[in-house]
């Protein structure tokens, strides 16, 4: 099989630097039925201007791991790199400001605040960084989601569709290290889904953005240039640009509980 990074057009303009880069990812949750072991020693990275899908069946990590990278969460051990910086050393202050800087998110459920305009959702994650506001750049970010007409109407007054735009446009702001989305189509009906992914797929090809998807619907994933799959906390294999059908195919493989098809090959 041909290295994903010698098939990428982004990797083929320049040796891309890591974006995100996890080593030896260990998190664990005790509760009621015991200790859940959420991510079992997970080595990944995640290069700039790439476009990255993470699937895997309910309760394989793929939450825990969008949590940690994005400093969203604490692993019991091992180090996440964002940015070449070592987040898990970091005070929650210092946590808070780097994902005001250096983070971008998009998720399911959109998050906009009713009372503001559109164009004060997208300057939000600038003004909570205390950094000026590029209304300038907001209004640039609108037309490219294809909403330049917008910026003065509150969420309330756009489709879900419009609103991921927006959250799109919001995540995109500050120039981010890395985008996570979190099941960014899961709201969205098929057609609205496609356009969405299609933004984020243009995000990282025109803006040489990077994008962390988790998503369980493989026609999403295929939009990916890479798709990763976890199962009981462990990576247990990847595919470089395939199509929804091997995607579904993959998924179909993984039955999720320790022992399964690639335990062997994952441990």
């Not at 201007?49 to 940690?68: H, I, R, Y």
Request: glycine content about 8%; overall charge positive; charged content about 25%.
């Amino acid at each position: 099989m041909v290295a994903w990074h010698e098939r990428l057009p982004s990797e083929r303009r320049q040796v891309a630097e890591p974006a995100v880069e996890l080593s030896a990812l260990r998190r664990a949750y005790t509760g009621r039925r015991g200790t859940v072991h959420a991510l079992r020693g997970v080595d990944l990275t995640l290069r700039r201007g790439t476009f990255s899908a993470v699937m895997g069946p309910s309760g394989s990590g793929k939450s825990t791991l969008l949590q940690c990278a994005a400093g969203l969460d604490r692993p019991d051990s091992g180090t996440v790199l964002l940015g070449g910086q070592d987040i898990t050393r970091l005070s929650e202050n210092q946590l808070t400001r780097l994902r005001r800087r250096s983070v971008g998110f998009v998720f399911q459920a959109f998050n906009l605040l009713p009372a503001l305009t559109v164009v004060q959702n997208v300057l939000l994650p600038l003004r909570l960084a205390g950094e000026r506001q590029d209304r300038a750049r907001a209004r640039e970010l609108l037309a490219q989601v294809g909403l330049p007409d917008h910026a003065d109407r509150r969420p309330g007054e756009l489709s879900g569709g419009q609103q991921q735009r927006v959250a799109i446009a919001r995540a995109l702001i500050t120039r981010p290290e890395v985008v996570f989305a979190d099941e960014p189509t899961g709201a969205l009906d098929s057609r609205t889904a496609q356009e969405v992914l299609g933004l984020l797929r243009r995000a990282v090809d025109a803006m040489d953005a990077t994008v962390v998807m988790v998503t369980h619907d493989p026609a999403a994933a295929s939009h990916a240039d890479r798709v990763l799959f976890l199962a009981d906390g462990l990576l247990v294999d990847e595919l470089v640009r395939p199509d929804a059908g091997t995607v579904a195919d993959r998924m179909a493989t993984l039955t999720g509980p320790v022992g399964g098809p690639y335990a062997e090959r994952a441990a």
